[in-house]
């Protein structure tokens, strides 16, 4: 059964830092992995998606990589911004099962 | 891109009223329907998965009795939460996927149970 978490809880920081958010999942026979933001009160907002068989995206400011083996994925920020406070979650989903498990969330906040 | 929709945003019921959530696929068609439900400052959980025309498959834990769901068409799926209580005050979101890759989340519904 695929467990994902997320470390750390909560992170706060002052604009222009580079952060980076780790999700662990105990399933390796992984098919993909999303990152989410949720802003409060809000649904969720698709960031990257990384397929089994690729080790990073990137849209913008942001690189999402994946290493099976250890059963990682990490979220990088680059130079944060105020507007990118809100929750990250990591959600994976495992062959043969359209399931996605959620991590248990980021809340970030940006400070200027 | 494909849009899901949630109806309503939001509700305010009394304990032991039932409440339905719709949950609509808006430009495809959507053969699996997941229902999520989200309790603050928690991740999302599973609740169920819905086949249209077909009974959902309900996560350990999960009352079917009690969220009951209909997915009677490809674009439409349905949670009712029966007889309400106040721990049943979440927040709760639908994902609507065509296809393995493609993963489609509504706006979620804010329940409070008084």
């Known amino acids: 059964k695929q467990e994902v978490t997320q470390i750390p809880a909560a992170l706060s920081v002052p604009e222009g830092e580079n952060l980076v958010l780790n999700c662990s999942f105990t399933?390796?026979?992984?098919?993909?992995l999303q990152w989410f933001r949720q802003d409060p009160g809000k649904g969720l907002t698709s960031l990257l998606l990384i397929q089994s068989s690729q080790r990073e995206q990137t849209s913008g400011r942001l690189n999402a990589s994946l290493d099976k083996s250890s059963g990682r994925s990490t979220l990088y920020i680059a130079a944060s911004q105020p507007g990118d406070s809100a929750t990250y979650l990591c959600?994976?989903?495992?062959?043969?099962?359209?399931?996605?498990?959620f991590g248990t969330g980021t809340r970030l906040q940006v400070f200027p | 891109g494909a849009v899901v929709s949630q109806h309503p945003s939001w509700v305010i019921c009394k304990s032991g009223t039932s409440v339905k959530i719709e949950c609509r696929s808006l430009d495809f068609q959507a053969t699996t329907m997941f229902w999520y439900r989200q309790f603050p400052k928690q991740s999302l959980m599973l609740m169920a998965t819905s086949n249209e025309g077909s009974k959902a498959t309900y996560e350990q834990g999960v009352e079917k009795d009690k969220f009951l769901i209909n997915h009677a068409s490809l674009t439409l799926s349905t949670l009712t939460v029966t007889s309400a209580h106040p721990e049943d005050s979440s927040f709760y979101i639908c994902?609507?996927?065509?296809?393995?890759?493609?993963?489609?989340f509504g706006p979620g519904t804010r329940l409070t149970v008084l």
């Open positions: 994902r609507a996927g065509s296809s393995y890759n493609e993963q489609f």
């Open positions: 399933d390796s026979a992984i098919y993909n």
């Open positions: 959600a994976g989903r495992s062959y043969n099962t359209d399931k996605l498990i």
